[in-house]
Each structure stands twice: as structure tokens, then as C-alpha cells.
């Protein structure tokens, strides 16, 4: 069966305490800015449209805190991990209803993977013939073979011959559910799938990863959370006959509306311009030409679009600064309906989003109020 019309199922162990990380809050709880490293790493799976369901374990201190609000909860489901992560995996398992199902197991303290790395894994399984397909890298330091009491080298070792295993690791619910099944009936944890399945006579294969997909295990490895960019976008429109203005989802009371396209909602489409720029995936007109398809598009539908590409990229909208530019009507006046509106369609808090009305003083034409623009910078996070 083509893994493309399989049943897919992501399960996310997440049940652990991570004594290596010295720090009385479950790693997964800790923070990367606005949202915690479980929530991360969720959003990659739930934005990923070839992912139809998510199985978390946990123990009861994340099922308590995380905040599972921002997401389509009818996809995920939190279950009781066990003792081990392969206990855990193991419980999740037996949640899988469909015996063909694919499974893609993934590191709960791994938020840095895409959901393009998700679709890239799923597609490649589906070209080869293994029984287990995992993401991994070269070993690019030293290798050596120690005395683990002493830590005494052995001898060094040829590390061309190894890979770094990472997660996600796919393969089929019936394999590891039996592969697992035997391992922990001979009291052995595995320590990921590919070992369970491996124990079980099952043959895996690597494809290349990325370095930035690491495992968060020392409060070191939180400066991968780094990486941010910024973008700027522009969108204006002239005014023609109509009964009001869309200005970030909300349609401000007005005697004329815009002449567009689509439906000219210049704030959403600045902020499309900006988040597209910051990544270098070309701009409104370049993803949504003038073309029957998208006429009367409603924009937050080309949000909607539009950030799909930027979640396939590994990145999050944290945060927006707007200004909206024209003489009539006073923006100001609706500025928090405005400002909730943005919030709705993007998820990103109220807080964070500012907004700004100016106008042209009577210069241009803004300024003889024959139409209005928006100025958009955001903040992407990977």
C-alpha cells in the first residue's frame, strides 16, 4: 500500500524528566521564548497536513501545563507515558487503532525540526524498501572507544563507519509494535525504534539530517533557539465605491472599499509580503498572481497560505509592527478591534502586535484620500 493513502500517526514521548538537565521543571516545559519546547515541537506535526493524528504520553506535570489552545485538539491526544521512552512509545502504540498505519516517532525535546523535514521522511519511505527510516549525521568529531568507568581510551575509531541516530524515525504500527513487544517482554528498552526494530530482524536505512535538529539534554543546547529573522512587506490600494475598508480581517465602517483583486486587506498583505521576504519566498504577487484562482480571495485565507510555507521553513511568526497610512477613515478609532482581528487569524498574542495610524498630510494620493497603505515588519523565529 502507498504510504500516501495510509493512516499516519506522530507520537511524541514526552513523559521523561531529563535528570541531565538539572532543573526542577521538565525539560519540556522549559521555555524558548513565547512558547515551551513540547509546544514547539507539536506544531511542527500539527501543521503538517499529511499527519493525521498525534499521540503525546506524558506524565502528569506536562499534561497539567502544556497549553494545547493554539492547536486542533481533535488531532492531538495525551495519553499516560510509561516508566522508560520505549514503555511510552510502547502505550502509544496500543492507542493506534489502524495496524497499517505509519508511525513516526519523534523527540519531544527535538522543537526544531520542519514540517518540510516531516513530509521529506514520509516521502522517502514511501521510495524505499526498509523497515525503519531514520534521520541522521555524520560524526564529525574524533570517535574513540572508552572504558566508561575510567574513561580510559580503548582506541580511536574510524568515524566514517558511524551516523548520529535522530528522530523522526518512521516504519509501520504493526512492526514496531510487535518489535517492541518483544524487546520489552526480554526486559530490553531500546533506545529509539530503529534498535527495536533491529532486535526484531527488521532492516533500517538513514537519510541525511540536519545539525539543527538536535536534542535539547543540557541547559547548553538552549542557544540553538538563536536563529531569528526579520521582514518588511508593503501593500496599497485606491479607494472605490463599497461599505468599508478590510484592514487586518476587520472591516472598518466606510463609504468606499478597496479596488483589488482580492479582497485589498493591505495590512494582511503587507504582513504576507514581510514574513515571505524575511525567508526569501518571493511576495504576494509571486505566490498569488492576478489569476482567476485568486480572485475575491479573502486574506486571511492568503495568511493562512502563506504561512504554511513559513512553518515548512521551520519558523514561527513571534511578533508584527503595523502602519497603516491615510486620511479617511481615523484607523485609531477601531485600533483594538483591528489589533484582535490580527491576533485571531495569526495566533500570535495581542502583545505582540503593534499598530499605528498615520496619515499622508494632504500629500499624494493617500493624502487626497483616494486610497491607503500599510508598512509591515515582522519577527520570525526558527
Known sequence: ?????????????????????????????IRLKDVSIIEKTISAFEFCDQIDEIIIPTNDAVRQ?????????????????????????????????????????????????????????????????????????????????????????????DRNEYYLAQTPQITSAKTLFEAYGQSLSNNFFPSDECEAVERYGGRGEFIPGSRKNIKITVPEDLVADKEQLIGNGFDSHRFCK???????????????????????DIVLHALIDSML??????????????????????GRKLFSLAYQKVRNEGYKLLQFDVIVIAE?????????????????????????????????????????????AAMVISRLSR
Open 1 to 29: 500500500m502507498m504510504s500516501r493513502n495510509r493512516y499516519k500517526v506522530a507520537i511524541i514521548p514526552a513523559a521523561g524528566f531529563g535528570t541531565r538537565f538539572s532543573s526542577d521543571t521538565p525539560k519540556q516545559l
Open 328 to 372: 479617511q477613515p481615523k484607523m485609531s478609532e477601531y485600533r483594538e478591534e483591528i489589533i484582535r482581528s490580527l491576533s485571531e487569524i495569526t495566533s500570535v498574542p495581542e502583545k505582540n502586535i503593534g499598530f499605528k495610524a498615520k496619515t499622508a498630510e494632504n500629500m499624494g494620493f493617500i493624502g487626497n484620500n483616494e486610497g491607503a
Open 277 to 298: 521576504g524575511a525567508l526569501n519566498l518571493g511576495d504576494i504577487g509571486t505566490n498569488f498572481p492576478s489569476t482567476e484562482e485568486w480572485r475575491d480571495a479573502p
Open 242 to 264: 463599497g461599505d468599508g475598508l478590510l484592514i487586518g480581517g476587520f472591516k472598518v465602517p466606510y463609504k468606499f472599499s478597496f479596488e483589488a483583486h482580492s479582497d485589498g
Open 65 to 157: 501545563q502544556v497549553n494545547l489552545s493554539n492547536y486542533n485538539r481533535k488531532k492531538i491526544k495525551l495519553i499516560p507515558g510509561g516508566d522508560t521512552r520505549a514503555e511510552s512509545v510502547y502505550q502509544a502504540l496500543k492507542e493506534v487503532i489502524d495496524e497499517e498505519a505509519l508511525v513516526i516517532v519523534h523527540d519531544a525535546v527535538r522543537p526544531f525540526i520542519s514540517t518540510a523535514e516531516i513530509v521529506k521522511l514520509i516521502d522517502e519511505y514511501e521510495k524505499r524498501n526498509a523497515d525503519i527510516l531514520v534521520y541522521g549525521i555524520p560524526v564529525y568529531e574524533s570517535l574513540k572507544l572508552i572504558d566508561s568507568e575510567t574513561l580510559e581510551i580503548k582506541k580511536s575509531v
